[in-house]
Protein backbone atom coordinates (compact mmCIF):
# COMPACT_ATOMS: atom_id res chain seq x y z
CA UNK A 1 0.00 0.00 0.00
CA UNK A 2 0.93 3.33 -0.69
CA UNK A 3 0.04 6.38 1.81
CA UNK A 4 0.60 10.04 0.80
CA UNK A 5 -0.50 12.89 3.32
CA UNK A 6 -0.54 16.59 2.57
CA UNK A 7 2.28 15.85 0.55
CA UNK A 8 4.27 18.94 -0.44
CA UNK A 9 7.58 20.13 -1.89
CA UNK A 10 8.64 23.50 -3.07
CA UNK A 11 11.57 24.55 -4.64
CA UNK A 12 12.59 28.00 -3.50
CA UNK A 13 8.89 29.94 -4.95
CA UNK A 14 7.71 27.18 -6.46
CA UNK A 15 5.82 24.69 -5.68
CA UNK A 16 6.03 21.64 -7.37
CA UNK A 17 3.60 19.52 -5.82
CA UNK A 18 0.68 20.56 -3.16
CA UNK A 19 -0.60 19.16 -0.15
CA UNK A 20 -1.08 16.02 -2.19
CA UNK A 21 -2.91 13.20 0.06
CA UNK A 22 -3.99 9.41 -1.97
CA UNK A 23 -4.27 5.97 -0.70
CA UNK A 24 -3.15 3.18 -3.45
CA UNK A 25 -4.16 0.23 -1.66
CA UNK A 26 -3.06 -3.31 -1.76
CA UNK A 27 -3.09 -4.97 -5.67
CA UNK A 28 -4.05 -1.78 -7.40
CA UNK A 29 -2.48 -0.65 -10.57
CA UNK A 30 -2.40 3.41 -10.33
CA UNK A 31 -1.18 5.53 -12.83
CA UNK A 32 -0.51 8.72 -13.09
CA UNK A 33 -1.34 11.20 -16.19
CA UNK A 34 -0.16 15.07 -16.36
CA UNK A 35 0.60 17.79 -18.56
CA UNK A 36 4.75 17.95 -18.61
CA UNK A 37 5.79 20.22 -15.25
CA UNK A 38 2.60 18.71 -13.20
CA UNK A 39 4.72 17.54 -10.76
CA UNK A 40 4.53 13.61 -11.35
CA UNK A 41 8.40 12.70 -11.37
CA UNK A 42 8.98 14.88 -7.58
CA UNK A 43 5.71 13.08 -6.42
CA UNK A 44 7.71 9.87 -7.57
CA UNK A 45 10.85 10.85 -6.10
CA UNK A 46 9.33 11.43 -2.88
CA UNK A 47 7.45 8.33 -2.84
CA UNK A 48 10.40 6.80 -3.26
CA UNK A 49 12.70 8.55 -0.63
CA UNK A 50 14.63 10.17 -3.60
CA UNK A 51 13.88 14.14 -2.19
CA UNK A 52 12.54 15.24 1.02
CA UNK A 53 8.91 16.30 1.00
CA UNK A 54 9.04 19.93 2.69
CA UNK A 55 5.82 19.01 4.33
CA UNK A 56 3.50 15.82 4.72
CA UNK A 57 5.12 12.00 4.36
CA UNK A 58 4.72 8.86 2.63
CA UNK A 59 4.46 5.47 3.68
CA UNK A 60 4.83 2.28 2.07
CA UNK A 61 3.63 -0.94 3.22
CA UNK A 62 3.10 0.50 6.58
CA UNK A 63 6.54 2.75 6.87
CA UNK A 64 7.76 5.74 6.72
CA UNK A 65 9.60 6.50 3.88
CA UNK A 66 12.16 9.23 5.54
CA UNK A 67 12.45 7.45 8.98
CA UNK A 68 12.17 4.00 8.27
CA UNK A 69 14.08 4.03 5.04
CA UNK A 70 15.33 0.44 4.70
CA UNK A 71 12.01 -1.57 5.84
CA UNK A 72 10.62 0.48 2.52
CA UNK A 73 13.91 -0.69 0.14
CA UNK A 74 13.56 -4.27 0.94
CA UNK A 75 9.85 -4.30 -0.02
CA UNK A 76 9.33 -1.68 -3.20
CA UNK A 77 11.38 -1.47 -6.14
CA UNK A 78 11.78 1.96 -8.42
CA UNK A 79 12.62 1.75 -12.18
CA UNK A 80 12.83 5.84 -13.31
CA UNK A 81 12.31 6.56 -16.82
CA UNK A 82 16.01 6.33 -17.67
CA UNK A 83 17.34 3.69 -15.21
CA UNK A 84 21.06 3.79 -14.00
CA UNK A 85 22.47 0.11 -15.00
CA UNK A 86 26.68 -0.76 -14.48
CA UNK A 87 27.63 -1.00 -17.72
CA UNK A 88 30.58 -3.23 -17.58
CA UNK A 89 28.46 -6.03 -16.26
CA UNK A 90 25.92 -8.29 -18.33
CA UNK A 91 22.23 -8.72 -17.82
CA UNK A 92 22.61 -11.95 -16.20
CA UNK A 93 25.50 -10.42 -13.58
CA UNK A 94 23.01 -7.31 -13.14
CA UNK A 95 20.26 -9.80 -11.95
CA UNK A 96 22.43 -11.58 -9.37
CA UNK A 97 23.73 -8.35 -8.20
CA UNK A 98 20.60 -6.95 -7.64
CA UNK A 99 19.32 -9.88 -6.38
CA UNK A 100 22.35 -10.22 -4.11
CA UNK A 101 21.82 -6.71 -2.88
CA UNK A 102 18.30 -8.05 -1.45
CA UNK A 103 20.10 -10.85 0.27
CA UNK A 104 18.25 -13.52 -1.77
CA UNK A 105 19.42 -17.21 -2.18
CA UNK A 106 21.52 -18.26 -4.85
CA UNK A 107 18.26 -20.86 -5.45
CA UNK A 108 15.89 -18.20 -4.96
CA UNK A 109 17.56 -15.76 -7.58
CA UNK A 110 18.28 -18.68 -10.03
CA UNK A 111 14.14 -19.86 -9.71
CA UNK A 112 13.31 -15.91 -10.26
CA UNK A 113 15.64 -15.51 -13.48
CA UNK A 114 14.71 -18.75 -14.94
CA UNK A 115 10.61 -16.75 -14.93
CA UNK A 116 11.75 -13.90 -15.95
CA UNK A 117 14.58 -13.57 -18.00
CA UNK A 118 12.25 -15.36 -21.36
CA UNK A 119 8.96 -13.17 -20.32
CA UNK A 120 11.42 -10.08 -21.39
CA UNK A 121 13.36 -12.29 -24.44
CA UNK A 122 16.21 -11.50 -22.12
CA UNK A 123 18.46 -15.08 -23.43
CA UNK A 124 20.11 -13.67 -26.39
CA UNK A 125 21.83 -10.63 -24.26
CA UNK A 126 22.38 -12.31 -21.03
CA UNK A 127 26.19 -12.46 -21.46
CA UNK A 128 26.46 -9.30 -23.86
CA UNK A 129 28.20 -6.05 -21.77
CA UNK A 130 25.38 -3.61 -20.61
CA UNK A 131 26.93 -0.92 -22.21
CA UNK A 132 26.42 -2.19 -25.62
CA UNK A 133 22.70 -2.98 -25.03
CA UNK A 134 19.69 -0.52 -26.94
CA UNK A 135 17.75 2.20 -24.64
CA UNK A 136 14.43 -0.52 -24.91
CA UNK A 137 16.94 -3.86 -24.15
CA UNK A 138 18.36 -1.22 -21.19
CA UNK A 139 14.67 -0.96 -20.04
CA UNK A 140 13.88 -4.49 -20.16
CA UNK A 141 16.98 -5.69 -17.85
CA UNK A 142 16.15 -2.86 -15.24
CA UNK A 143 12.30 -4.03 -14.65
CA UNK A 144 13.54 -7.72 -15.09
CA UNK A 145 15.89 -7.14 -12.12
CA UNK A 146 13.43 -5.10 -10.39
CA UNK A 147 11.17 -7.66 -10.08
CA UNK A 148 13.46 -9.80 -9.12
CA UNK A 149 13.14 -9.83 -5.29
CA UNK A 150 9.14 -9.52 -5.96
CA UNK A 151 7.93 -6.22 -3.78
CA UNK A 152 5.19 -5.35 -2.60
CA UNK A 153 5.36 -1.91 -4.28
CA UNK A 154 6.74 -1.28 -7.51
CA UNK A 155 6.91 2.50 -8.63
CA UNK A 156 7.70 3.15 -12.27
CA UNK A 157 7.93 6.46 -14.50
CA UNK A 158 7.67 6.00 -18.21
CA UNK A 159 8.42 2.39 -18.60
CA UNK A 160 7.50 2.36 -22.10
CA UNK A 161 10.25 4.71 -23.16
CA UNK A 162 12.27 2.84 -26.27
CA UNK A 163 10.24 -0.14 -26.26
CA UNK A 164 9.24 -1.60 -29.12
CA UNK A 165 5.15 -2.50 -29.72
CA UNK A 166 5.64 -6.36 -28.54
CA UNK A 167 7.96 -5.47 -25.67
CA UNK A 168 5.61 -3.01 -24.50
CA UNK A 169 3.13 -5.40 -24.53
CA UNK A 170 5.17 -7.74 -22.45
CA UNK A 171 5.90 -5.45 -19.89
CA UNK A 172 1.97 -4.43 -19.38
CA UNK A 173 1.14 -7.99 -19.48
CA UNK A 174 3.61 -8.55 -16.51
CA UNK A 175 3.03 -5.45 -14.16
CA UNK A 176 -0.86 -6.69 -14.53
CA UNK A 177 -0.32 -10.04 -13.49
CA UNK A 178 1.83 -9.18 -10.24
CA UNK A 179 -0.85 -6.01 -9.68
CA UNK A 180 -4.09 -8.91 -9.44
CA UNK A 181 -1.44 -11.34 -7.64
CA UNK A 182 -1.01 -8.23 -4.79
CA UNK A 183 1.93 -6.13 -6.07
CA UNK A 184 0.87 -2.51 -5.91
CA UNK A 185 1.91 -0.96 -8.87
CA UNK A 186 2.40 2.85 -9.05
CA UNK A 187 2.89 4.13 -13.03
CA UNK A 188 3.70 7.49 -14.55
CA UNK A 189 2.77 7.56 -18.03
CA UNK A 190 1.98 10.17 -20.95
CA UNK A 191 0.75 7.20 -23.00
CA UNK A 192 -3.10 7.26 -22.19
CA UNK A 193 -3.64 4.36 -23.83
CA UNK A 194 -1.27 2.20 -21.90
CA UNK A 195 -3.00 4.03 -18.88
CA UNK A 196 -6.66 2.67 -20.19
CA UNK A 197 -5.43 -0.42 -20.85
CA UNK A 198 -4.00 -1.60 -17.44
CA UNK A 199 -5.10 0.48 -14.77
CA UNK A 200 -7.40 0.40 -11.82
CA UNK A 201 -8.04 3.92 -11.23
CA UNK A 202 -6.30 6.70 -12.95
CA UNK A 203 -5.02 10.05 -11.51
CA UNK A 204 -4.69 13.23 -13.05
CA UNK A 205 -1.95 15.65 -11.97
CA UNK A 206 -1.77 19.11 -13.14
CA UNK A 207 -0.05 22.18 -11.15
CA UNK A 208 1.05 20.23 -8.14
CA UNK A 209 -2.52 18.48 -7.52
CA UNK A 210 -4.61 15.59 -8.36
CA UNK A 211 -7.53 17.42 -10.16
CA UNK A 212 -9.06 14.38 -10.60
CA UNK A 213 -8.75 10.42 -9.97
CA UNK A 214 -11.07 7.72 -10.76
CA UNK A 215 -11.52 4.59 -13.47
CA UNK A 216 -10.95 5.36 -17.18
CA UNK A 217 -15.00 5.09 -17.59
CA UNK A 218 -15.43 7.69 -14.45
CA UNK A 219 -13.07 9.71 -15.94
CA UNK A 220 -14.90 10.18 -18.98
CA UNK A 221 -17.81 10.80 -17.34
CA UNK A 222 -17.20 13.86 -15.31
CA UNK A 223 -15.79 15.16 -17.87
CA UNK A 224 -18.60 14.89 -20.09
CA UNK A 225 -16.98 12.93 -22.69
CA UNK A 226 -17.72 9.54 -23.61
CA UNK A 227 -15.64 8.68 -26.17
CA UNK A 228 -11.72 8.33 -25.65
CA UNK A 229 -9.49 9.04 -22.67
CA UNK A 230 -7.40 11.33 -24.49
CA UNK A 231 -10.48 14.00 -24.72
CA UNK A 232 -11.18 13.64 -21.20
CA UNK A 233 -7.71 14.36 -20.59
CA UNK A 234 -7.71 17.49 -22.11
CA UNK A 235 -10.89 18.69 -20.85
CA UNK A 236 -10.04 18.03 -17.36
CA UNK A 237 -6.88 19.67 -17.36
CA UNK A 238 -7.45 22.76 -20.22
CA UNK A 239 -10.54 23.37 -17.55
CA UNK A 240 -7.88 23.37 -14.41
CA UNK A 241 -5.83 25.51 -16.45
CA UNK A 242 -8.69 27.98 -17.07
CA UNK A 243 -9.44 27.84 -13.47
CA UNK A 244 -5.86 28.43 -12.28
CA UNK A 245 -5.72 31.77 -14.75
CA UNK A 246 -8.33 32.95 -13.15
CA UNK A 247 -7.29 33.20 -9.81
CA UNK A 248 -3.65 34.90 -11.09
CA UNK A 249 -3.68 38.37 -9.93
CA UNK A 250 -3.76 40.74 -13.27
CA UNK A 251 -0.39 41.78 -15.13
CA UNK A 252 0.41 45.26 -13.97
CA UNK A 253 0.05 48.03 -15.88
CA UNK A 254 3.21 50.52 -17.06
CA UNK A 255 1.35 54.41 -16.72
Known amino acids: MIELKNLTKRFGDLTAVNNVSLTVPKGEFFCVLGPNAAGKTTTIKMITGLIKPTEGSVNIAGFDVQSEPLQVRQRMSYVPDFPFLYEKLTPWEFMRFIGQLFNLSEERVQSASRELIPRFNLEPFLR ?19 LMHEPEVFVIDEPMVGLDPFHARVVKEILKERSVAGMTVFMSTHQLSVAEQVADRIGIINHGRFVAIGTADELRHWSGNDSLLEDSFLAITREEANITAERMPAPATTP
Open 128 to 146: KPIEGLSHGTRQRVAIAAA
